[in-house]
């Protein structure tokens, strides 16, 4: 698979969407400090200016690019027939996005101990001091984003199989637009409906998207994905594995 991998992370590499999508992360995460003012300078720090539905977003469009585009272009094809398998070609592309979204994260945590050096938008924080969980901020930090890196890997798990089920690149992003900003919602509304017992209905691949909102906000959020943190977290792990094998299974089986 090394042979794929390296063609794959040379193409992103080459590709001018992710670098441009790496600037207008660094733009939402300011936007995101000017509009919560300093008030909230810890929380800011802890969840990296709220960067996790903006990197949600940004894979949908590099995925989009590294899977369903290239199926409704055809320029699958010709990597195809030089690959070894398709099992190969597969998990370079999954493993391209999951190195894709490391740097996202990483870019993150970068521009947040940035934008708190030079404290434009922002009081200075201290690192060192306890916040959440009676750990300290900078802590708070990085388990936050690690947790976060797994709830953004349900999402990839998602676009795989998405492009390999649908045909259409715009569809591909529609469709996981609407999952990233309506998911938590319309688990919610399936709970408050009371469609099914909740011990069961709570289990539902939506409420996974909790995951990191419930870890920095435990109070707010446990009462609508009524799951604790570890819950959630086992649940978000499954379903990543369940549609990653599901996309893997389509892919095996998709007329190119």
Known sequence: MYPELKQELYKLNHRKLPWVLIGLLVVLMIIMGLAMGRTYSNLLVMTCYDSS????????????????????????????????????????????????????????????????????????VSWTKPYQYHQPLVINMFTNAGVDLITTTLIISLICLTSCLINSNPVVIATNALIIFMGSGLSSDLLLAQVGPSSIIRWNPFNMLNLTNQYYNYATYHLSSLLSTGQLLLGTICYTILFTGLAFVCFQHKHF
């Open 53 to 124: 539905v903006g990197i949600m977003l940004l894979l949908v469009l590099v995925g989009s690019t590294i899977f369903s585009m290239e199926f409704q272009n055809g320029t699958i094809i010709p990597l195809m027939q030089r690959s070894r398998s398709r099992a190969a070609v597969f998990f370079a592309k999954f493993l391209t996005l999951f190195f894709y979204n490391v740097v996202l994260h990483v870019t993150a945590m970068l521009v947040t101990v940035l934008l708190n050096i030079v404290p434009i938008i922002n009081d200075p």
